[in-house]
């Protein structure tokens, strides 16, 4: 079960792409620092993390108590995991001093026996372990292995894997089965998947067992969770669980018993992803089955066009199939990466191809989303359709922001766009015994070294221009070059060294075989824009329709197309151009122009709420820019699905 597959290492990754190229660029010139500035209280206008200073209390260097929320930690992990992957692809050495200093200050803060974790050690020694369900200590632990193993592979210093280790050894030694373990498991999931990472750097069997165990111990009966809640009595850190709901962890039942995807959308894909791995290095059909179960779920039942899941602003969470409303979409940024990772990890257990076509989505959309060009805003929620004015605290739409915000006091997607984006080669490309991967379309170079010699590989994509992927090699010996060929793709052409060839399809991949020397694949996927519909159980968009060009999704701001956005209707297969990139959007990526008709109701014009049917139809030429780039200009009402004139 794909064990032959691994990643390329992210030192042999360049990325060249005029858009992805911009935004990684950006992670080590102004995400780092900025984000370093936010974790010592640094920006004068954004609220206090505490983050730093609350390791040096945990340390015995600072007095005082422990503040922030109770895994404001992770924070920090999340920004050395970014600095790891950007050190790892070639930029950002002037912050490896810095995140050496980090590391001796996370290693003065953890205690004796291992134990790792600022809140407990501080505020409330005597409860560690108690609180699973809320304290977020598994989590927490879960993102500094995770930052510690990429970290050691990027620079080979060993301190920070010697403090994981060290907790890592703990956790095994706490919890399982034996006498004196205790049976639990984390409230947050995260722990499971960043263990089977630490065993394959390690080769120790001890983690996989505990991330095993971890996996299926939740969800038994007697729950865990609820024999902890009632004795204690009550909630310590969010009063908002009262009524907790065990659908939330997905603890209601064995995780490969699970059939639908369920509760807080980031807590189940961390989870997916860590059983997708599971059942990779322990060769378990079961589980593997159990991820094919809930990604179908999740993809084909509960996902937004974009890539977006987790549609409810209440706890964001899933709620049930087809309930995909526009406007208070929630579409946690987290929830978007968390997919990807799951899409690359289920493509590595099946070796089908097609599980990127989601990881793709997601990335050009709602995770790009997630940040501005500049690289220093944020947006944490993802709607399909804004009106700037509608967006009022303390209401249902409290949750949506019309502009990206600054930091969050819950600032969980700010860094993990950051280390997505520094990671993003890992998504590109894989390689097997004498083959590579490529799995998207995104300008780089690339070198693998394979069983029977080198490739190096320089890919230029025109993907969103034209449709068009060129690929030259160079190799010591014979390399079948696996392509993804995406789900939207027309008849493709590919031609080897100006030749024609009819590539086999395998499993989702064009296969093209090469010799030794220097070679050059030609592919154009007869890529168009074209008009989506959505299933009729899908009530949000009856009627509806949206635009897409590859795996872009366009969508229509009021700085092109004026107010009332609502008011537009478009016909049936209406003719879409391509017109020239925005100056001010980033990866020159065409616009595509078409006509509408703007309807509204003349008998309200002088301010009446409501006024006798009087309909006024005004021809009008509309400009749309990918939704993964809005509001990057002035701010101001958002819609992708758009009306169907019939």
Request: glycine content about 8%.
């Amino acid at each position: 079960m794909g064990h032959h597959r691994k990643q390329l290492e992210y030192g042999n990754i360049r990325i060249t792409d005029k858009l992805f190229g911009e935004y990684v660029q950006k992670v080590s010139e102004k995400i780092i620092p900025h984000q370093w500035k936010i974790l010592n209280d640094q920006l004068e206008d954004s609220e206090p993390t505490y983050c730093i200073q609350n390791f040096r209390v945990a340390a015995g260097e600072l007095p005082g108590e422990r503040k922030g929320v109770v895994f404001q930690d992770t924070d920090l992990y999340k920004w050395l995991e970014s600095v790891a992957f950007c050190i790892a692809g070639g930029q950002g050495y002037e912050y490896e001093a810095l995140a050496d200093e980090v590391i001796e200050l996370v290693g003065r803060a953890q205690e004796a026996d291992g134990y790792l974790n600022t809140y407990y050690t501080v505020n409330e020694p005597a409860k560690k372990w108690s609180n699973l369900v809320e304290g977020h200590e598994l989590y927490t632990a879960g993102h500094m292995i995770e930052a510690a193993v990429a970290y050691y592979q990027a620079t080979g210093k060993t301190k920070i894997l010697d403090i994981a280790r060290k907790n890592a050894d703990l956790i095994c030694r706490v919890f399982g089965t034996g006498e004196g373990q205790k049976k639990g498991y984390p409230g947050h999931q995260e722990i499971e998947l960043a263990l089977v990472k630490l065993y394959r750097v390690t080769g120790e069997r001890r983690y996989l067992d505990t991330a095993s165990y971890f996996l299926h111990e939740r969800g038994k009966k007697p729950s865990y969770f609820v024999q902890e809640m009632e004795g204690r009595g009550g909630w310590e850190f969010f009063p908002e669980f009262k009524n907790y709901d065990l659908e939330y962890s997905q603890s209601h039942i064995e995780p490969v018993k699970q059939k639908t995807a369920e509760g807080h959308a980031v807590r189940a894909m961390y989870m997916c992803s860590a059983m997708a791995d599971l059942a990779v290095e322990c060769e378990d059909a079961e589980m593997l089955e159990a991820c094919k179960r809930l990604w179908d779920s999740t993809v084909n039942h509960r996902m937004y066009l974009t890539g977006g899941i987790g549609s409810s602003g209440f706890r964001e969470r899933f709620t049930t199939d087809y309930d995909l409303p526009n406007t208070t979409n929630y579409s946690e940024t987290c929830a978007s990466i968390g997919l990807m990772m799951f899409g690359q990890r289920m493509s590595t257990a099946t070796g089908e191809a097609g599980y990127y076509d989601t990881v793709e989505l997601a990335l050009y959309n709602t995770v790009l989303a997630g940040i501005n060009r500049a690289g220093d805003r944020y947006f944490y929620v993802n709607p399909l359709e804004v009106v700037p004015e509608f967006c009022t605290e303390h209401t249902y739409m409290d949750h949506v922001k019309a502009v990206r915000q600054k930091w969050f006091s819950v600032a969980c997607c700010p860094p993990n766009v950051a280390r997505t984006l520094a990671s993003l080669g890992q998504y590109i490309y894989a390689q097997e015994e004498n083959a590579v991967c490529i799995h998207q379309f995104i300008s780089s170079t690339a070198k693998a070294v394979l069983e029977n010699g080198t490739v190096e590989i320089n890919m230029g994509s025109t993907l969103l221009q034209d449709g068009k992927v060129k690929i030259r090699t160079k190799q010591d010996s014979e390399v079948t070059f696996k392509i993804r060929r995406p789900g939207y793709a027309g008849k493709q052409e590919i031609t080897l060294d100006g030749q024609t060839v009819d590539a086999v399809l395998e499993k989702g991949y064009l296969l093209v075989t090469t010799i030794a020397g220097e070679h050059e694949i030609c592919i154009d996927f007869g890529v168009r824009p074209r008009w989506i519909g959505a299933n009729d159980e899908v009530r949000a968009d009856a009627g509806r329709c949206a635009l897409m060009n590859g795996p872009v999704v366009y969508c229509l701001e009021e700085t092109d197309n004026g107010k009332y956005l609502a008011d537009l209707y478009v016909e049936e297969n209406t003719e879409v151009t391509q017109g020239i990139p925005q100056a001010d959007l980033p990866g020159e990526i065409p616009t595509l122009q078409y006509e509408a008709t703007r309807i509204h109701n003349q008998s309200t014009e002088q301010g009446a709420l409501y006024g006798e049917l009087k309909l006024e139809k005004e021809k009008t030429h509309l400009t749309a820019v990918p939704y993964g780039l809005w509001c990057n200009r002035t701010p101001g009402e958002m819609l992708v699905w758009v009306k169907v004139k019939v």
